[in-house]
């Protein structure tokens, strides 16, 4: 009686001892494992999950940078695109008429601001929206120099002018305009990097490059503003006949010609002084192809040192600086010596007089 519980017991104990080793059999250490500490199969772990984070981070890295190379050529595409765009755009407003200068709303001197605020590219982390942003930002930002440079500009019938901080003037290019009223189109004339800048205006004294986002304040504004309007016809070579001319002399030169000054276009900054002066033709000249009657001059002298150089000259069909304009060019020429005697050494005096 009392061996059947003594049996149960060992039947018990033996089931209990073959799933124990059941049990080992199924997690047979490893090699590695036998003799480590658990400090040292700790530290294992933390190095194989440590490996499969940066293997993630790496995939993530490559992600991202594959949406940065895409946006990169997205904005490549664009570019050539709108290049040809452009291209396209200054072909149909070359044909349009041209604007006479007292019906261009943007002649005179302005301020230039730079860029507006442009919002951050959508689809895209906030990071790489950020980078792509100041990546646009930047490129815009030189878009506005390359048109407007910075600080204050000057626009006039034959050409835009920069306005140093001490008066000093530096053409950056010729121009023509098209349009009016709310929307005036510059198409630079050679020597740019654009095709042509369309300016809307949000009222008289403030205008924005359309697509580009630079922004434009006329100095002064109000009366001010159209003064400085008046100011800038009455000055440049291309405004027409407002200018009141008193006859400095004549040459037999280029078949002969009278020789005239404005001399209510002299402005002086230290020793240079800008002055216009126009000749008036006897005979017929040819401008490619193009026959014009009468030149007008924009000329920097330098008082002290005896030299001139030329800002900007108009080409017209008329007498006087009359008619149509034949060609123009804005863009300074390098200084020249004046003569102790002559024509030039006339007008120098003329301009340097006190």
């Not at 041209?98 to 605020?117: C, K």
């Given at each position: ?102 019906q261009n709303p943007l002649l005179g ?138 006859l400095l002399g004549t040459s037999v ?102």
């Amino acid at each position: 009686m009392k061996a059947a519980p003594f049996a149960r017991t060992i039947g018990v104990a033996g089931l209990a001892l073959a799933a124990l080793a059941v049990s080992a059999q199924s997690r047979p250490p490893t090699t590695e494992q036998l003799g480590k500490d658990p400090g040292a199969l700790r530290q294992e772990a933390e190095r194989q999950r440590a490996q499969e984070r940066a293997q993630q981070q790496q995939g993530s890295q490559q992600q991202a940078d594959q949406q940065w190379n895409d946006t990169l050529r997205q904005q490549q595409s664009r570019a050539a695109n709108d290049a040809a765009q452009g291209e396209a755009v200054r072909r149909s407003w070359a044909q349009r008429p041209p604007l006479a200068p007292e019906q261009n709303p943007l002649l005179g001197r302005w301020e230039s601001l730079g860029p507006g605020q442009r919002g951050n590219a959508a689809g895209l982390p906030p990071e790489l929206a950020k980078m792509a942003a100041e990546l646009i930002g930047g490129v815009t930002s030189g878009l506005c120099d390359s048109m407007l440079g910075r600080g204050p500009v000057e626009f006039r019938p034959a050409g835009v002018f920069a306005i140093g901080r001490d008066g000093r003037e530096r053409a950056m290019y010729r121009a023509e305009y098209r349009g009016g009223s709310s929307r005036v189109v510059v198409l630079p004339q050679g020597g740019t990097t654009f095709t042509h800048m369309i300016i809307d205006f949000d009222r008289k004294d403030r205008a924005t490059v359309a697509a580009v986002g630079c922004r434009l304040a006329r100095v002064g504004g109000g009366e001010a503003g159209a003064a400085m309007v008046k100011s800038s016809l009455s000055m440049d070579p291309g405004a027409g006949p407002a200018l009141q001319w008193n006859l400095l002399g004549t040459s037999v030169a280029n078949g002969g010609m009278d020789l005239y000054v404005a001399r209510s276009t002299i402005r002086r900054s230290g020793a240079s002084v800008h002055m216009t002066d126009l000749w008036d033709f006897k005979t017929p000249h040819q401008f490619e192809r193009r026959t014009f009657l009468s030149a007008r001059y924009e000329y920097e002298y330098d008082c002290a040192r005896s030299r001139r150089r030329m800002v900007s000259t108009t080409g017209f069909s008329g007498h006087m600086g009359q008619g149509t304009v034949v060609g123009s060019d804005a863009v300074a020429g390098p200084w020249e010596p004046v003569a102790s005697s002559g024509v030039f050494h006339d007008y120098w005096k003329v301009a340097c007089a006190r």
